[in-house]
């Protein structure tokens, strides 16, 4: 069973997801908003989901920015057209800049540094982690 993360934007959205073992967090894919729909009920066939986790956009002082109104629309979606699956939100702030950070220190050829789809998957993916941290009890 499988958690899957969303990092969603009104451009892209950064998809990451778990091993089955729900262990590490992976980058899957960067889709435009409107490919996303048809791609989740085709990947909902092979995999199984059982969380959503998606990152809420928020401003320094802890309140909703901006784009949280555009993410609220996706999460009321992904519970209309998958009402089984539960759907946690999370923190984002600084995902993007994480990401960035950590591609610049990957290697990366510049151009796969510059690529928006690039920082929107590990941006998904460090959402998906920082929530696989927090379910952890050491």
């Not at 490919?35 to 085709?42: A, G, R, S, T, V």
């Amino acid at each position: 069973m499988r958690i899957l993360a969303f990092d969603y934007g009104t451009k892209r959205v950064g998809i990451a997801v778990t091993d089955p073992l729900q262990i590490i967090a992976n980058p899957l894919t960067t889709l435009h908003p409107e490919k996303l729909w048809p791609f989740l009920h085709e990947y909902m066939l092979s995999e199984a989901v059982v969380t959503f986790v998606v990152g809420k956009p928020r401003q320094l002082d802890g309140t909703d920015s901006q784009s949280a109104a555009h993410v609220v629309g996706f999460i009321r979606r992904l519970q209309r057209e998958f009402p089984t699956i539960p759907v946690v939100e999370i923190d984002e702030r600084f995902t993007s800049k994480m990401a960035s950070a950590a591609i610049s220190q990957s290697g990366m050829s510049r151009k796969k540094r510059q690529n928006k789809e690039t920082v929107d998957t590990v941006s998904a993916t460090i959402i998906l982690q920082d929530y696989l941290n927090s379910k952890s009890i050491y």
